[in-house]
């Protein structure tokens, strides 16, 4: 299996420019997560999805955030505008859930940095 | 609230060491425990898991873990540290009805030669 493919693996812009990363999550998976991770704040859970429905988007920092799991192989987070402080590193995870916690596999990261 | 803490940001070994990182959580009944690892521009990935059964669990790369109930703790060991675990690791808990994980601050290895 290929793991968690995350595209592009770095991205520099500018602010005020829309953002938008994506993810492919490990085949026959149920569930995805984004994290974002900064040195100050450590790793933060953004949103996560189960059976392409999201269940708890509670992490998104504001609305200038936002993600869509069209079908069970694909899913992006959306920046618009971008700023500054949204510089981190970000994760998209994914998991077979049926009940109970179970380990999250993580993609390679999306390192954004906005100037 | 449910909680993971990491009380060592930082910790040096020397290679051929042993190595013990701390984990302590804070949940009500028996939890879901994970050990990941980050290497420099990487994701995480999974070292370890426990779900019940033996309190001790063996994962890979060399690393084992053992759940102490009466401390609440999860502490992450290796006998003999090689230059390759020079990385940040995560201690996780997880919780009965939920997807999520709780994740710790982290805590860095440093490997001296």
């Known amino acids: 299996d290929a793991g968690v493919i995350q595209s592009p693996r770095h991205e520099v812009t500018e602010m005020g420019q829309e953002v938008t990363l994506r993810c492919k999550p490990i085949?026959?998976?149920?569930?995805l997560f984004w994290y974002r991770q900064t040195m100050m704040r450590g790793l933060e859970l953004l949103i996560y999805?189960?059976?392409?429905?999201?269940?708890?988007d509670s992490g998104m920092p504001e609305d200038r955030f936002s993600a869509k799991m069209p079908n069970a192989s694909f899913s992006t987070l959306k920046i618009q505008p971008s700023e500054p402080r949204d510089s981190a590193v970000y994760f998209c995870a994914s998991s077979f859930v049926s009940g109970q916690p179970y380990e999250q596999y993580f993609g390679p990261g999306t390192r954004l940095t906005v100037t | 609230a449910q909680s993971v803490t990491q009380p060592d940001i930082h910790i040096t070994v020397s290679e051929g060491a042993s190595l013990e990182l701390r984990c302590n959580y804070s949940y009500g009944a028996t939890p879901y425990l994970f050990w990941y690892v980050q290497s420099p521009g990487q994701g995480l990935q999974l070292l370890l898991k426990y779900f019940s059964g033996d309190t001790l669990v063996q994962g890979i790369k060399g690393f084992e873990a053992e759940f102490k109930r009466s401390q609440s703790s999860f502490n992450l060991r290796k006998p003999s540290v090689h230059w390759s675990d020079a990385a940040e690791y995560f201690c996780a808990v997880g919780m009965d009805s939920s997807y999520k994980l709780i994740f710790g601050s982290g805590t860095r290895l440093l490997v001296r030669p």
């Open positions: 085949s026959g998976h149920n569930s």
């Open positions: 999805f189960n059976n392409n429905v999201p269940i708890d």
